[in-house]
Structure formats: C-alpha cells, structure tokens
C-alpha cells in the first residue's frame, strides 16, 4: 500500500510528524475503536517513539504490518490482512487520524493525501521477493538517487545512509531495534532467513537491482 501527500506535498515536517505517524501505525491496528488521547511528551512517553503509553487491553489486530517506509511526501506499506476489511478499517483510521493531527498542527484544512491509498496485490514471487527490498531502499532517493539507475559509486556510504535512517522498519529487519513493536517481522524474516542474511542479500539487491522485478504484472 502506497500514498503521498496531495500535489505531492510533504507530510511528515519535522520528527514529531513521522513518530506521530509510526505511533499511529501501531495505535489504529486494533478491532477496536481509537482513544481520544491528548498527545504529549511527557514523564509516560514511549521509550520508541517519544509519545504516552496506553493502558489498554492487549490489541486485536486489525493487519499484520509486515513492513514500512516513511518519506517526505509519501509512505510504504508491505500489510497482510487478518479479519475481512482489516485493510480498509486499518487504512481509514491512519488517514483520517494522521490528517486531523497534521491540519490541526499545522493549521490547515482538507485533504492531506492524493485521494484513496493505492495498492498492489502481492499475488507473484517476485513482488514478495524484491518488495521488501525496495521499499526499504526508498530513503536513498534523499541522499542516492542515483541508486535506481544502478550508478551509486560509493556503496559503502549508501549503505551506511540506510543504517541511520530511522523511519522505516530495515533497522529492525537487520537486527537493530528502532520501532520493533510496530511490524510483525516473522513471516520475512523466517522466510529471508534471518537478520544477517536480510541485510546481506538487501546489500546485493543494491548493487544488482532490477526494478523492473517490483513493478506490478
């Protein structure tokens, strides 16, 4: 699932914006109805994104989010369904959620997306295979662009760039805890066979790359 911001306009600002984001990644994957919280930072705030901890009941899921990627203007999400219209509830509750905060933060009005969130069906090998690669490979568009043409010269760097961009579930992919609450990463990672090897073989699928693999049929 993929979406971006109306006219393409960036809708994570600052870092309270994309933590705000990830926060509600977590808080609206549930059966039941969302908390009218006040969003504070504060001496109950959570230890992975910097906002209050919620005394609840353990959640239902609505989807299991296997993977994410937050960017400027636009975000990614890898999802796999685990009631009738999870999806649809999960995605209702993040966009209207995370469009009230950002209008009221930012003191504007309307739509903050490019309409409904678009979506492929992950029906083949290769999207399940390279999808994951790609979406985590997205933030070198902000220092690599180069990257999808296959003419990054410096791949160490590139590399590097990635293990520090926050705002994405690759930390936790590759064994380095970020946000390890949001994502269900099992199912991947059995199949990717672990953290090392998903780290190794994303390295590879930088220098080999062939986005021709992620497109859909």
Not at 39 to 53: A, D, F, R, T
Not at 134 to 153: A, G, Q, S, T, V
Request: hydrophobic share 35%.
């Amino acid at each position: 699932i993929y979406n971006r911001g109306v006219e393409k306009r960036k809708v994570f600002l600052d870092d309270e914006d994309y933590l705000r984001f990830i926060h509600d990644l977590f808080e609206f994957n549930d059966e039941e109805p969302v908390l009218k919280l006040a969003y504070y930072i504060g001496k109950n705030q959570s230890s992975e994104v910097g906002l209050p901890k919620i005394e609840r009941q353990p959640r239902k899921c609505l989807v299991e989010l296997l993977a994410f990627c937050l960017m400027p203007n636009h975000f990614h999400l890898i999802i796999r369904q685990k009631k009738e219209w999870g999806i649809t509830e999960f995605m209702r509750k993040i966009g209207t959620g995370y469009t009230n905060y950002f209008n009221k933060k930012y003191k504007r009005v309307g739509a903050l997306f490019q309409g409904k969130y678009k979506f492929i069906h992950l029906v083949n090998d290769a999207h399940f295979i390279h999808l994951p690669y790609y979406i985590h490979l997205n933030p070198l568009d902000l220092k690599f662009p180069e990257w999808r043409k296959k003419e990054i010269k410096d791949y160490k760097n590139a590399f590097k760039f990635l293990e520090s961009y926050r705002w994405s579930s690759f930390l936790d992919y590759i064994g380095k805890s970020n946000f390890p609450s949001v994502t269900q990463r099992g199912f991947l990672l059995e199949f990717f066979e672990g953290t090392e090897n998903y780290k190794k073989e994303t390295s590879k699928w930088l220098k080999e790359i062939d986005l021709e693999e992620t497109k859909e049929s």
